[in-house]
T-cell receptor, first 114, second 112 residues
Framework: DAGVIQSPRHEVTEMGQEVTLRCKPI?????LFWYRQTMMRGLELLIY????????DSGMPEDRFSAKMPNASFSTLKIQPSEPRDSAVYFC????????????FGQGTRLTVV | GEDVEQSLFLSVREGDSSVINCTYT??????LYWYKQEPGAGLQLLTY?????DMKQDQRLTVLLNKKDKHLSLRIADTQTGDSAIYFC????????????FGSGTRLSIRP
């Protein structure tokens, strides 16, 4: 397996534009997590899914952020409209259904909103 | 709610031991993890400890857990330049659907 795959690796966009980040989890994993990493706030959990169902979205900063998982092999995180303070590295991670397994992280998407 | 705290920076001399500390608040935490993040990369699991253990050793790494004080530490023996990275402490509950909560990360720098 190629691991967790995120795209794009880098995104530069203008304020007000819609941004969509994509994630392909490891095949067979049933939990998927979206994290945001900034210097000021460290690594924040935004939302996570189990068996494609959102379990906890309390970390989503505001209504401009939305996430979907239409099937077990794909998830998106959308920001509309984007703002400069959304600039961060966004990580997707997945985990299998064995209780003590680790979460495997993608390489991240570095988002810059200008 | 759950919270995990770490100091932001640690500087050690090459060859010395590094000790990175972490505290957490969730008493139901079942698994506690240490992840490493190298520049420009995602996080990779270094080691984890189950809450009924108080120590785990793996080559140069020693994890100590004080469940009463909700304190976790990672000791890296004979620290090398390749150990320079950000180290994240994380915790989760028992359920397979539990979320993983991370600390802010400790940036370890090595001086010659």
């Amino acid at each position: 397996d190629a691991g967790v795959i995120q795209s794009p690796r880098h995104e530069v966009t203008e304020m007000g534009q819609e941004v969509t980040l994509r994630c392909k989890p490891i095949s067979g994993h049933d939990s998927l997590f979206w994290y945001r990493q900034t210097m000021m706030r460290g690594l924040e959990l935004l939302i996570y899914f189990n068996n494609n169902v959102p379990i906890d979205d309390s970390g989503m900063p505001e209504d401009r952020f939305s996430a979907k998982m239409p099937n077990a092999s794909f998830s998106t995180l959308k920001i509309q409209p984007s703002e400069p303070r959304d600039s961060a590295v966004y990580f997707c991670a997945s985990r299998g259904d064995v209780v003590n397994t680790e979460a495997f992280f993608g390489q991240g998407t570095r988002l810059t909103v200008v | 709610g759950e919270d995990v705290e770490q100091s932001l920076f640690l500087s050690v001399r090459e060859g010395d031991s590094s000790v990175i500390n972490c505290t957490y608040t969730d008493s139901s935490s079942t698994y506690l993890y240490w992840y490493k993040q190298e520049p420009g990369a995602g996080l990779q699991l270094l080691t984890y400890i189950f809450s009924n253990m108080d120590m785990k050793q793996d080559q140069r790494l020693t994890v100590l857990l004080n469940k009463k004080d909700k304190h976790l530490s990672l000791r890296i023996a004979d620290t090398q330049t390749g150990d320079s990275a950000i180290y994240f402490c994380a915790e989760r509950g028992y359920s397979s659907a539990s979320k993983i909560i991370f600390g802010s990360g400790t940036r370890l720098s090595i001086r010659p």
